[in-house]
């Protein structure tokens, strides 16, 4: 049986195969055949979550043969592109066209659809997640058939589809609202926690990006704000906190530590004081941790199960390397992130049963009942979504 593994080694499945899918059709022919063997399906972007997601003793379909940039419409600022697109290769045919996301996360090694499937952000008061840049999307059903959905077509597959947790079937194109190509400037500084806190509410107010990582060994924040500029890009670029050059080229920065992750957001008002807890956390019950918080902002969307539904949004995120057990930190943190009406990203680690994560999410059981319609069999659940789904 072949292994699969996540980016951090840290999740580890052995499925009974692992296809590689070139075409919708290969995306047919696959689910038609698992369904009619009773095989269960999970897909695999780039394994970049921590979370248990793509984790089957079933098939782990890999969708990184359905790459590329399909068409772009220019006036409409949208472009269908294919489910399995890294995030890097989208960057420049988008600038050919005119184009660019809106905004990105930390880096860009994750495939679209995995990106969209679990809410993916990146820091901006002003900028929504991944899955809100959604108005489109191709989807290879249970049954074999497949949807083209969108607000005006098939609307509840479409909300299930803008964050489906791979649950829904296999995706195979997305359509995505952009914005006219951009450049931006950054300016990275690292200063005293104490100093940084008082004047945080108008960095986030005054930088179309502002972002920050807390370290607890030395009390400093890394802080980075990136403005749009008309200014010149330099090439080569410069170290992060410093580039300026187009979108696509200043978003995504290198991050090889391999660590993992937990991250709540919480109603943006409540970001400090939900920091200040962590902080006093970690300085009172876990002060060797090496690894840094991070604070950033999302705005407020309609995606159903996503983070940021209803609520301006900040994000705070603990990480622990992967040689360690990063449990009795996680869970100490996720009590506090409860506690600030938190909510987790559906890529990294929680413990949350089905009962917690309808408490957090108003449109928890209309994903289930619109996602079960078209997969009564369960065929695209795994494990972990079978122990949270809502009983029927
Ligand atoms: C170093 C690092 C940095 C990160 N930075 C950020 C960040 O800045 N912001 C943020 O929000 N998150 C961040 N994450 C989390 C990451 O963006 C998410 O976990 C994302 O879902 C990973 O995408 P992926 O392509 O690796 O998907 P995978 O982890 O492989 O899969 C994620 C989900 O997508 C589904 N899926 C993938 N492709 C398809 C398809 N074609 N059809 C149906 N389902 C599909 C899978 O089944 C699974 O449910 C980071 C993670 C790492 C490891």
Redesign the pocket.
């Known amino acids: 049986m072949p292994l699969w593994s996540?980016?951090?080694g840290r999740q580890q499945a052995r499925p009974v195969a692992v296809p590689f899918l070139r075409s919708e059709a290969d995306a047919q022919a696959l689910v038609r055949d698992a369904a009619a063997n009773g095989t269960s399906i999970?897909?695999?972007?780039?394994?970049?979550?921590h979370a248990p997601?793509?984790i089957s003793d079933g098939i782990i379909a890999d969708?990184s043969g359905l790459a590329g940039v399909i068409g772009t419409d220019t006036a409409a600022r949208r472009a269908w592109v294919w489910?399995?697109t890294p995030i890097y290769a989208l960057g420049r045919p988008l600038h050919d066209a005119g184009l660019a996301l809106k905004n990105q996360?930390?880096?860009d090694r994750?495939?679209i659809?995995?990106?969209v499937?679990?809410g993916?952000?990146?820091s901006g008061p002003a900028l929504q997640n991944l899955s809100a840049a959604v108005t489109g999307a191709r989807v290879v059903l249970a049954s074999g058939e497949t949807v083209d959905c969108a607000a005006d077509a098939h609307s509840d597959l479409w909300q299930v589809a803008r964050l489906?947790?791979?649950a829904l079937g296999?995706?195979t194109r997305l359509q995505l609202q952009l914005r006219e190509a951009y450049k931006l400037v950054e300016r990275g500084w690292s200063e005293p926690y104490e100093a940084l806190l008082p004047k945080l509410a108008d960095l986030i107010a005054a930088n179309r990006h502002f972002e920050f990582f807390w370290y607890p060994y030395n009390d400093t924040a890394i802080a980075k704000a990136i403005q749009e500029t008309d200014a010149q890009p330099v090439y080569p670029l410069a170290e992060e906190g410093a580039r300026c050059a187009w979108n696509y080229e200043v978003l995504p920065n290198h991050?090889p530590h391999r660590h993992t992750e937990m991250e709540y957001s919480v109603p943006a008002g409540s970001g400090p004081e939900c920091l200040g807890a962590i902080r006093e956390l970690i300085r009172r019950d876990f002060p060797e941790l090496q690894w840094p918080v991070e604070y950033r902002t999302v705005a407020a969307d309609d995606v159903w199960l996503s983070m940021a539904y209803g609520r301006p949004t900040v994000t705070v995120s603990v990480h622990q390397d992967i040689s360690v057990d990063e449990e009795p930190y996680f869970r100490a943190c996720e009590e506090i992130f409860l506690s600030f009406e938190g909510r987790p990203?559906w890529?990294?680690v929680n413990y949350l049963d089905g009962a917690q994560l309808a408490v957090c999410h108003p449109r928890w059981r209309d994903w289930w009942a619109a996602r079960d319609q078209v997969d009564p069999d369960q065929l695209f659940l795994n494990e972990y979504l079978r122990g949270v789904r809502p009983p029927r």
């Open positions: 996540n980016w951090s999970r897909v695999a972007g780039a394994g970049h979550s997601l793509v969708a489910a399995g996360g930390d880096i994750q495939a659809a995995g990106a499937a679990t993916t952000h990146g489906n947790l791979g296999v995706v991050r990203h890529g990294k």
